[in-house]
């Protein structure tokens, strides 16, 4: 076994441990289904849904439909958390709905990207090994338990209250934030469709204001989610709050800003142009 695959192999079940504990963690105080406290029957679904995917993607070498799944977990996770907890009330359907709307649009963003390009080079390495391209559908489920448990703990929690101060300021939060993220998308997008930008990066619209307004607003609208979620969560549920805490460190110290930087760098490094926008332009928070 090549050292890659015996790494990996030993990832696997540190991933999974992690996605147990943040089960049992977001469960104490929690609505139970059939004995079984509702959040981490979520949990264990979100994993199952990856696994179950990654099948026929790795007996056909292909990840075209990765995104697509990450985003109707989210969306079958949610419904089904909200049928089946006890007493949901205005709270619970507000942030169903937020995390919904978030993960049809961009879900369907993504699925048309990679429709578009054929493929996505991250995974080229990954999938010709078992164990590898298992781990990152293994990874994709800690990322949506991760990012939707301020929500889904919130939804599943035995305590409830009425819409307040909080779910005004967290709506308000993540409007922006959703904004900033479809607005950033639809302009990179017309911005490479067009063929006279080919081999051109992208300085206009909000990306004159940041070198990566997407996932400022991806940061952004999670925080919403949270701030909504805050004033039903006790105990061991405080642990939600990691769902804008985990979006952040992954996008800005992990698989978002440094690789998109390194990529950049390694494309237009040098040109004036890039080497001026680059200095003049913060990496994430837009300037005014």
């Keep these: 076994m090549k050292t890659d695959d015996r790494n990996?192999?030993?990832?696997?079940?540190?991933?999974?441990?992690?996605g147990l504990l943040v089960a049992w963690a977001g469960s104490?105080?929690?609505?139970?289904?059939?004995?079984?406290?509702?959040?981490?029957?979520?949990?264990?679904?979100?994993?199952?849904?990856?696994?179950?995917?990654?099948?026929?993607?790795?007996?056909?070498?292909?990840?075209?439909?990765?995104?697509?799944?990450?985003s109707l977990t989210y969306i079958s996770v949610t419904i089904l958390v909200l049928l089946f907890s006890t007493g949901a009330d205005a709270r619970s359907f507000l942030l169903a709905g937020l995390v919904?709307?978030?993960?049809?649009?961009?879900?369907?963003?993504?699925?048309?990207?990679?429709?578009?390009?054929?493929?996505d080079d991250r995974f080229d390495d990954l999938k010709p090994s078992f164990f590898r391209f298992l781990n990152v559908w293994?990874?994709?489920?800690?990322?949506?338990?991760?990012?939707?448990?301020?929500?889904?703990?919130?939804?599943?929690?035995?305590v409830r209250k009425e819409l307040d101060v909080f779910a005004i300021v967290g709506l308000l939060v993540w409007a922006i934030g959703f904004g900033f993220e479809v607005?950033?998308?639809?302009?990179?997008?017309?911005?490479?469709?067009?063929?006279?930008?080919?081999?051109?990066?992208?300085?206009?619209?909000?990306?004159?204001?940041s070198r990566h307004p997407n996932y400022f607003g991806e940061i952004?609208?999670?925080?919403?989610?949270?701030?909504?979620?805050?004033?039903?969560?006790?105990?061991?549920?405080w642990?939600?709050?990691?769902?804008?805490?985990?979006v952040t460190i992954l996008l800005t110290r992990v698989s978002g800003v440094p690789l998109l930087e390194?990529?950049?760098d390694k494309k237009w490094g040098g040109q004036k142009a890039y080497e001026a926008y680059k200095k003049n332009t913060p990496v994430l928070i837009p300037r005014l």
């Design 8 to 18: 990996a192999l030993i990832v696997f079940p540190i991933l999974v441990l992690i």
């Design 138 to 158: 293994t990874i994709q489920a800690l990322w949506v338990t991760f990012t939707a448990a301020a929500a889904l703990v919130a939804i599943t929690s035995s």
């Design 239 to 246: 642990v939600a709050l990691i769902s804008p805490v985990f």
């Design 262 to 264: 390194q990529k950049a």
């Design 220 to 237: 952004v609208l999670w925080l919403g989610v949270a701030i909504i979620a805050l004033p039903v969560l006790q105990g061991w549920q």
């Design 100 to 119: 919904i709307i978030w993960a049809v649009r961009l879900g369907s963003f993504l699925y048309g990207r990679i429709h578009k390009a054929g493929k």
């Design 183 to 209: 607005v950033a998308d639809a302009q990179k997008s017309r911005f490479n469709a067009d063929p006279t930008n080919k081999g051109k990066f992208i300085n206009t619209g909000l990306w004159s204001r």
């Design 28 to 70: 104490q105080g929690g609505v139970l289904f059939a004995g079984v406290p509702l959040f981490a029957l979520a949990v264990g679904l979100v994993f199952l849904i990856q696994w179950v995917a990654f099948v026929p993607a790795y007996l056909g070498q292909t990840e075209k439909f990765f995104d697509l799944t990450g």
